[in-house]
């Protein structure tokens, strides 16, 4: 393996990740292997099942126990290859509405924020052509609004599917760099 740079980074195993490639800024990956270039600086993780790994973020995103961020929203309207027009469409309401909810400039209703949820796994199903059977009803319905510490999701880089919900101010403390 080469960095862009055409250096051979040392590969080493780091506790926590902070993956801010997947475009969220409360991932981290836990227990994976990172690239660290001498010679340009670039570090970056080595993701075996990048496909798995995001349909895990997905997951943990439209299944937190607090308020959807926009980023979050953008993040599984993406998830789903969808355009604001075509989400607006499903969620009854309008692209502006979407923009506004996607960059923080108008908070989602709790109807708003369930439906997102609900949509986003509905539409999975019929993307990948599977039915899911986690409980996803009893977890969405108990979502509670934002407290002052943001919740992180630790995601276990050989188990993806055991990701977990930590307050972001104990995952930004424990991840390198």
């Known amino acids: ?5 055409g250096d051979k980074p040392e590969i ?20 994976t292997k990172v690239a660290d270039c001498e ?3 670039e570090r970056f993780p ?30 599984l ?15 009854k309401t309008d692209k502006t509405n979407v923009s506004r909810w996607e960059n923080d400039r108008q908070p989602m209703s709790k109807q708003a924020d369930a439906l997102v ?10 993307k ?14 108990s979502v509670q609004s934002e407290d002052a510490d943001e919740i992180g999701f ?4 050989d188990n993806p599917a055991a990701y977990s919900f930590v307050p972001n101010s104990i995952l930004s403390h424990a991840a390198l760099r």
């Open 128 to 141: 990948d052509n599977k039915h899911i059977n986690a409980d996803i009803s009893g977890r969405i319905t």
């Open 77 to 91: 309207r993406k998830q789903l290859g969808m355009t604001a027009t075509k989400w607006a469409s499903y969620l």
């Open 39 to 41: 010679k340009c600086g």
């Open 1 to 5: 393996m080469y960095c862009t740079c």
């Open 46 to 75: 080595i993701i075996s099942s990048i496909l798995d790994l995001y349909d895990k973020i997905g997951e943990a995103v439209a299944l937190k126990p607090r308020t959807l961020t926009g980023i979050e929203v953008k993040f």
């Open 12 to 31: 080493k195993k780091v506790a926590l990740y902070h993956y801010r490639e997947c475009g969220l800024p409360n991932v981290y990956l836990a227990g």
């Open 154 to 157: 630790q995601i276990p880089a």
């Open 117 to 126: 949820r609900y949509l986003y796994f509905r539409l999975l199903e019929e």
